[in-house]
Protein backbone atom coordinates (compact mmCIF):
# COMPACT_ATOMS: atom_id res chain seq x y z
CA UNK A 1 0.00 0.00 0.00
CA UNK A 2 1.66 3.02 -1.08
CA UNK A 3 2.38 6.10 1.48
CA UNK A 4 0.78 9.34 1.51
CA UNK A 5 1.85 12.60 3.40
CA UNK A 6 0.42 15.67 4.20
CA UNK A 7 0.94 18.42 6.54
CA UNK A 8 -2.11 20.22 7.56
CA UNK A 9 -1.36 24.04 8.67
CA UNK A 10 -1.77 24.50 12.54
CA UNK A 11 -3.67 27.76 12.20
CA UNK A 12 -7.47 28.90 11.27
CA UNK A 13 -10.79 27.63 11.22
CA UNK A 14 -11.66 25.04 8.88
CA UNK A 15 -13.98 26.61 6.06
CA UNK A 16 -16.62 24.69 3.45
CA UNK A 17 -13.33 24.85 0.65
CA UNK A 18 -11.13 23.26 2.77
CA UNK A 19 -14.14 20.53 3.87
CA UNK A 20 -15.37 19.81 0.29
CA UNK A 21 -11.91 20.45 -1.68
CA UNK A 22 -9.69 18.44 0.76
CA UNK A 23 -10.42 16.82 3.82
CA UNK A 24 -13.64 14.86 2.06
CA UNK A 25 -10.83 13.43 -0.08
CA UNK A 26 -8.69 12.83 2.82
CA UNK A 27 -11.33 10.87 4.61
CA UNK A 28 -11.89 8.35 1.28
CA UNK A 29 -8.18 8.14 0.79
CA UNK A 30 -7.75 6.75 4.36
CA UNK A 31 -9.50 3.38 3.04
CA UNK A 32 -7.20 2.73 -0.04
CA UNK A 33 -3.61 4.05 1.69
CA UNK A 34 -1.55 4.42 4.29
CA UNK A 35 -2.12 7.59 5.24
CA UNK A 36 0.06 10.12 7.38
CA UNK A 37 -2.02 13.46 8.28
CA UNK A 38 0.14 15.53 10.99
CA UNK A 39 -0.61 19.28 12.70
CA UNK A 40 2.33 21.40 11.04
CA UNK A 41 2.84 23.09 14.77
CA UNK A 42 6.66 23.11 14.01
CA UNK A 43 6.11 25.23 11.01
CA UNK A 44 3.77 27.33 12.59
CA UNK A 45 6.72 29.18 14.66
CA UNK A 46 8.15 31.09 11.63
CA UNK A 47 5.33 33.49 12.80
CA UNK A 48 5.97 33.63 16.58
CA UNK A 49 2.96 32.61 17.91
CA UNK A 50 2.41 32.90 21.59
CA UNK A 51 2.67 29.91 23.66
CA UNK A 52 -1.21 30.08 24.42
CA UNK A 53 -2.19 30.48 21.28
CA UNK A 54 0.08 27.86 20.15
CA UNK A 55 -1.81 25.48 21.79
CA UNK A 56 -4.94 26.63 21.26
CA UNK A 57 -4.30 26.23 17.39
CA UNK A 58 -3.28 23.11 17.28
CA UNK A 59 -6.29 21.61 19.96
CA UNK A 60 -8.41 23.51 17.15
CA UNK A 61 -7.11 21.69 14.27
CA UNK A 62 -7.03 17.97 15.66
CA UNK A 63 -10.67 18.60 16.95
CA UNK A 64 -11.74 20.32 13.93
CA UNK A 65 -10.31 17.59 11.29
CA UNK A 66 -11.82 14.57 13.46
CA UNK A 67 -15.30 16.20 13.62
CA UNK A 68 -14.94 16.49 9.92
CA UNK A 69 -13.95 12.84 9.19
CA UNK A 70 -10.69 11.73 9.89
CA UNK A 71 -10.46 8.55 11.80
CA UNK A 72 -7.37 7.59 14.04
CA UNK A 73 -7.73 4.12 13.96
CA UNK A 74 -7.82 3.98 9.68
CA UNK A 75 -5.07 6.89 9.43
CA UNK A 76 -1.99 7.91 11.56
CA UNK A 77 -3.08 11.42 12.58
CA UNK A 78 -0.50 13.41 14.60
CA UNK A 79 1.08 16.61 15.77
CA UNK A 80 4.36 16.91 14.09
CA UNK A 81 6.15 18.07 17.68
CA UNK A 82 5.08 14.82 19.35
CA UNK A 83 7.94 12.95 16.49
CA UNK A 84 11.23 14.23 16.81
CA UNK A 85 12.74 11.99 14.47
CA UNK A 86 11.42 15.02 12.18
CA UNK A 87 13.86 17.33 13.48
CA UNK A 88 16.90 14.90 12.89
CA UNK A 89 16.09 14.39 9.83
CA UNK A 90 15.41 18.16 8.67
CA UNK A 91 19.50 18.24 10.56
CA UNK A 92 20.77 15.70 8.05
CA UNK A 93 18.55 17.41 4.43
CA UNK A 94 19.81 20.84 5.98
CA UNK A 95 23.38 19.68 5.62
CA UNK A 96 22.84 18.95 1.55
CA UNK A 97 20.82 21.79 1.17
CA UNK A 98 21.81 24.96 -0.31
CA UNK A 99 21.22 28.72 0.47
CA UNK A 100 21.09 29.78 -2.96
CA UNK A 101 18.45 27.37 -4.07
CA UNK A 102 16.31 28.26 -0.87
CA UNK A 103 16.30 31.53 -1.29
CA UNK A 104 15.25 30.73 -4.83
CA UNK A 105 12.02 29.21 -3.87
CA UNK A 106 9.29 31.79 -4.71
CA UNK A 107 7.53 31.47 -1.07
CA UNK A 108 10.45 32.56 0.49
CA UNK A 109 10.30 35.78 -2.00
CA UNK A 110 6.76 35.78 -1.08
CA UNK A 111 7.80 35.44 2.45
CA UNK A 112 10.35 38.30 2.71
CA UNK A 113 8.14 40.66 1.42
CA UNK A 114 5.15 39.50 3.94
CA UNK A 115 7.01 39.83 6.92
CA UNK A 116 10.76 41.67 6.46
CA UNK A 117 11.21 42.62 9.83
CA UNK A 118 11.26 38.89 10.81
CA UNK A 119 13.24 36.53 7.67
CA UNK A 120 14.40 34.40 10.07
CA UNK A 121 16.63 31.15 8.88
CA UNK A 122 13.36 28.71 9.68
CA UNK A 123 11.63 30.82 7.08
CA UNK A 124 14.72 29.74 4.56
CA UNK A 125 14.68 25.92 5.77
CA UNK A 126 10.77 25.74 5.06
CA UNK A 127 11.31 23.42 2.13
CA UNK A 128 13.70 20.98 4.39
CA UNK A 129 11.48 20.69 7.00
CA UNK A 130 8.65 19.78 4.59
CA UNK A 131 10.59 17.74 3.10
CA UNK A 132 11.59 16.16 6.43
CA UNK A 133 7.85 15.60 6.58
CA UNK A 134 7.61 13.46 3.67
CA UNK A 135 10.56 11.47 3.66
CA UNK A 136 10.71 10.68 7.05
CA UNK A 137 7.42 7.98 6.20
CA UNK A 138 9.10 7.39 2.80
CA UNK A 139 5.89 8.55 1.36
CA UNK A 140 5.32 9.18 -2.25
CA UNK A 141 2.17 10.97 -2.57
CA UNK A 142 1.26 14.17 -1.34
CA UNK A 143 -1.83 15.81 -1.92
CA UNK A 144 -1.12 19.30 -2.20
CA UNK A 145 -2.42 22.36 -4.36
CA UNK A 146 -0.31 23.77 -7.52
CA UNK A 147 0.78 26.56 -4.78
CA UNK A 148 3.25 23.62 -3.25
CA UNK A 149 4.48 21.88 -6.36
CA UNK A 150 7.84 24.20 -5.88
CA UNK A 151 8.46 22.99 -2.67
CA UNK A 152 7.63 19.22 -3.40
CA UNK A 153 9.96 19.52 -6.43
CA UNK A 154 12.37 20.42 -3.59
CA UNK A 155 11.35 17.57 -1.66
CA UNK A 156 12.02 15.26 -4.43
CA UNK A 157 15.49 17.08 -4.72
CA UNK A 158 16.66 16.37 -0.89
CA UNK A 159 15.94 13.01 -1.49
CA UNK A 160 17.75 12.71 -4.47
CA UNK A 161 20.43 14.24 -3.25
CA UNK A 162 21.05 12.28 -0.39
CA UNK A 163 20.59 8.59 -2.04
CA UNK A 164 22.98 9.66 -4.54
CA UNK A 165 25.08 11.20 -1.95
CA UNK A 166 25.22 7.89 0.39
CA UNK A 167 25.02 5.66 -3.19
CA UNK A 168 21.55 4.30 -1.69
CA UNK A 169 18.54 3.92 -3.56
CA UNK A 170 16.69 4.39 -0.20
CA UNK A 171 14.02 7.69 -0.51
CA UNK A 172 11.47 7.50 -2.87
CA UNK A 173 10.74 10.44 -4.80
CA UNK A 174 7.28 11.86 -3.53
CA UNK A 175 5.01 13.39 -6.04
CA UNK A 176 1.77 15.71 -5.99
CA UNK A 177 -1.47 13.47 -5.54
CA UNK A 178 -4.77 14.57 -6.98
CA UNK A 179 -7.09 11.85 -4.97
CA UNK A 180 -10.27 12.54 -6.85
CA UNK A 181 -10.32 13.60 -10.72
CA UNK A 182 -13.22 15.90 -10.31
CA UNK A 183 -11.03 19.10 -7.99
CA UNK A 184 -13.77 21.37 -6.45
CA UNK A 185 -13.28 24.60 -6.08
CA UNK A 186 -15.40 26.43 -3.76
CA UNK A 187 -15.99 30.35 -4.58
CA UNK A 188 -16.51 32.34 -1.79
CA UNK A 189 -19.16 34.65 -0.71
CA UNK A 190 -17.44 38.24 -1.91
CA UNK A 191 -18.40 37.76 -5.59
CA UNK A 192 -15.11 37.08 -6.27
CA UNK A 193 -12.83 34.49 -6.26
CA UNK A 194 -12.56 31.33 -4.13
CA UNK A 195 -13.47 30.98 -0.60
CA UNK A 196 -10.42 31.31 1.44
CA UNK A 197 -9.54 32.80 4.88
CA UNK A 198 -7.71 35.57 4.05
CA UNK A 199 -10.08 36.50 1.66
CA UNK A 200 -11.84 39.43 3.80
CA UNK A 201 -14.39 38.97 6.23
CA UNK A 202 -17.73 37.11 5.21
CA UNK A 203 -16.20 36.06 2.67
CA UNK A 204 -15.86 32.10 3.83
CA UNK A 205 -18.50 29.84 5.79
CA UNK A 206 -16.73 27.88 8.76
CA UNK A 207 -18.00 24.23 10.03
CA UNK A 208 -18.01 25.75 13.51
CA UNK A 209 -20.27 28.72 12.06
CA UNK A 210 -23.63 28.97 14.03
CA UNK A 211 -26.84 29.22 11.96
CA UNK A 212 -27.57 32.78 12.88
CA UNK A 213 -23.73 33.30 11.08
CA UNK A 214 -24.47 31.23 8.57
CA UNK A 215 -27.80 33.19 7.43
CA UNK A 216 -25.81 36.69 8.03
CA UNK A 217 -22.98 36.10 5.55
CA UNK A 218 -24.92 34.41 3.24
CA UNK A 219 -27.91 37.14 3.35
CA UNK A 220 -25.12 39.28 2.33
CA UNK A 221 -22.98 37.89 -0.49
CA UNK A 222 -22.73 39.63 -3.24
CA UNK A 223 -25.66 39.64 -6.02
CA UNK A 224 -26.80 41.67 -9.19
CA UNK A 225 -30.04 43.37 -10.15
CA UNK A 226 -31.01 40.12 -11.84
CA UNK A 227 -30.89 38.76 -15.09
CA UNK A 228 -32.72 40.75 -18.02
CA UNK A 229 -33.06 38.60 -21.03
CA UNK A 230 -34.20 34.39 -20.63
CA UNK A 231 -31.16 31.89 -20.62
CA UNK A 232 -28.62 34.54 -20.12
CA UNK A 233 -25.08 33.60 -18.88
CA UNK A 234 -24.66 34.40 -15.29
CA UNK A 235 -21.94 37.16 -13.88
CA UNK A 236 -19.66 35.71 -11.58
CA UNK A 237 -21.14 36.43 -8.24
CA UNK A 238 -24.57 34.70 -9.48
CA UNK A 239 -23.02 31.69 -10.82
CA UNK A 240 -20.30 31.26 -7.65
CA UNK A 241 -23.96 31.23 -5.41
CA UNK A 242 -25.11 28.65 -8.13
CA UNK A 243 -22.08 26.25 -7.25
CA UNK A 244 -22.69 26.82 -3.75
CA UNK A 245 -26.10 25.13 -4.14
CA UNK A 246 -24.33 22.69 -6.67
CA UNK A 247 -22.20 21.58 -3.61
CA UNK A 248 -24.52 21.58 -0.53
CA UNK A 249 -28.21 21.43 -1.81
CA UNK A 250 -29.97 18.72 -3.73
CA UNK A 251 -30.18 18.76 -7.52
CA UNK A 252 -33.92 19.20 -7.44
CA UNK A 253 -33.50 22.53 -5.17
CA UNK A 254 -30.41 23.56 -7.74
CA UNK A 255 -32.58 22.99 -11.02
CA UNK A 256 -35.82 24.81 -9.71
CA UNK A 257 -33.50 27.82 -8.85
CA UNK A 258 -31.52 27.54 -11.82
CA UNK A 259 -34.97 27.21 -14.16
CA UNK A 260 -36.10 30.90 -12.17
CA UNK A 261 -33.11 32.32 -13.23
CA UNK A 262 -33.33 31.37 -17.11
CA UNK A 263 -37.14 32.69 -17.02
CA UNK A 264 -35.85 35.65 -15.23
CA UNK A 265 -38.42 35.02 -12.26
CA UNK A 266 -35.44 34.43 -9.65
CA UNK A 267 -35.10 36.29 -6.16
CA UNK A 268 -32.36 36.32 -5.06
CA UNK A 269 -33.34 36.67 -1.56
CA UNK A 270 -35.50 33.34 -1.30
CA UNK A 271 -32.08 31.47 -2.85
CA UNK A 272 -30.16 32.93 -0.26
CA UNK A 273 -32.37 31.72 2.22
CA UNK A 274 -32.56 28.31 0.89
CA UNK A 275 -28.73 28.00 0.31
CA UNK A 276 -28.23 29.05 3.87
CA UNK A 277 -30.50 26.48 5.39
CA UNK A 278 -28.53 23.96 3.25
CA UNK A 279 -25.01 24.89 4.46
CA UNK A 280 -26.76 24.84 8.03
CA UNK A 281 -28.22 21.23 7.05
CA UNK A 282 -24.22 20.40 5.79
CA UNK A 283 -22.22 21.85 8.73
CA UNK A 284 -24.42 21.03 11.58
CA UNK A 285 -23.38 17.16 12.36
CA UNK A 286 -19.76 18.53 12.14
CA UNK A 287 -20.49 21.68 14.46
CA UNK A 288 -21.94 19.53 16.89
CA UNK A 289 -19.08 17.28 16.93
CA UNK A 290 -16.67 20.09 17.09
CA UNK A 291 -18.34 20.94 20.05
CA UNK A 292 -18.30 17.38 21.97
CA UNK A 293 -14.76 16.49 20.92
CA UNK A 294 -13.46 20.15 22.49
CA UNK A 295 -14.74 19.50 25.34
CA UNK A 296 -13.60 15.69 25.65
CA UNK A 297 -9.65 16.20 26.86
CA UNK A 298 -9.09 12.62 27.49
CA UNK A 299 -9.75 11.95 23.60
CA UNK A 300 -7.70 14.46 22.32
CA UNK A 301 -4.92 13.51 24.46
CA UNK A 302 -5.30 9.55 23.34
CA UNK A 303 -5.81 10.44 19.68
CA UNK A 304 -2.54 12.62 20.27
CA UNK A 305 -0.67 9.76 21.75
CA UNK A 306 -2.03 7.12 19.99
CA UNK A 307 -1.12 9.12 16.64
CA UNK A 308 2.37 9.77 18.31
CA UNK A 309 3.28 6.36 19.21
CA UNK A 310 2.51 5.15 15.79
CA UNK A 311 4.47 8.05 13.41
CA UNK A 312 6.93 7.60 15.22
CA UNK A 313 7.44 4.09 14.55
CA UNK A 314 7.73 4.54 11.17
CA UNK A 315 9.96 7.07 11.70
CA UNK A 316 11.74 5.88 14.22
CA UNK A 317 12.50 2.95 11.67
CA UNK A 318 13.83 6.00 8.76
CA UNK A 319 16.51 7.62 11.22
CA UNK A 320 17.70 4.30 12.36
CA UNK A 321 18.46 3.32 8.56
CA UNK A 322 19.60 6.77 7.46
CA UNK A 323 22.43 7.01 10.90
CA UNK A 324 23.09 3.27 8.97
CA UNK A 325 23.62 4.81 5.57
CA UNK A 326 25.51 8.08 6.53
CA UNK A 327 27.77 6.10 8.73
CA UNK A 328 27.08 6.46 12.33
CA UNK A 329 27.98 3.43 14.13
CA UNK A 330 27.68 2.72 18.36
CA UNK A 331 30.55 2.42 20.12
P1 LIG B 1 -5.51 26.40 3.05
O1 LIG B 1 -5.35 26.15 4.51
O2 LIG B 1 -6.31 27.61 2.71
O3 LIG B 1 -4.21 26.32 2.32
O4 LIG B 1 -6.36 25.18 2.47
C1 LIG B 1 -5.98 23.84 2.65
C2 LIG B 1 -6.52 23.01 1.51
O5 LIG B 1 -7.94 23.13 1.43
C3 LIG B 1 -6.04 23.45 0.13
O6 LIG B 1 -4.83 22.86 -0.22
C4 LIG B 1 -7.15 22.97 -0.78
O7 LIG B 1 -7.01 21.60 -1.06
C5 LIG B 1 -8.38 23.13 0.07
N1 LIG B 1 -9.09 24.39 -0.19
C6 LIG B 1 -8.92 25.60 0.41
N2 LIG B 1 -9.78 26.52 -0.06
C7 LIG B 1 -10.50 25.89 -1.04
C8 LIG B 1 -11.56 26.30 -1.91
N3 LIG B 1 -12.06 27.52 -1.87
N4 LIG B 1 -12.05 25.38 -2.77
C9 LIG B 1 -11.57 24.12 -2.80
N5 LIG B 1 -10.60 23.67 -2.01
C10 LIG B 1 -10.05 24.54 -1.12
Known amino acids: METVVSGIRSTGKLHLGNYYGAIQNFVKMQHEYNCFFFIADWHSLTTHPTPSDLHSNVKQVLVEYLAAGLDPEKSTLYVQSDVPETTELYLYLNMNAYVGELERSTSFKDKIRAQPDNVNAGLLTYPVLMAADIILHR ?18 TFANRFNRLYNHDYFPEPYAFNFSDNLVRIPGLDGKGKMGKSEGEGNAVYLSDSPEIIRKKVMKAVTDSGPTAENQEKPVEIQNLFDLLKVVSTPDTYEHFDNLYNTCQIRYGDLKKQLAEDMIIATTPIRNRINDISQDTSYLRQVARHGAIKARESASKTIREVREIIGFRSF
Not at 141 to 156: A, C, F, I, N, Y
Request: charged residues 35%.
Open 139 to 156: ATKVPVGKDQEQHLEMSR
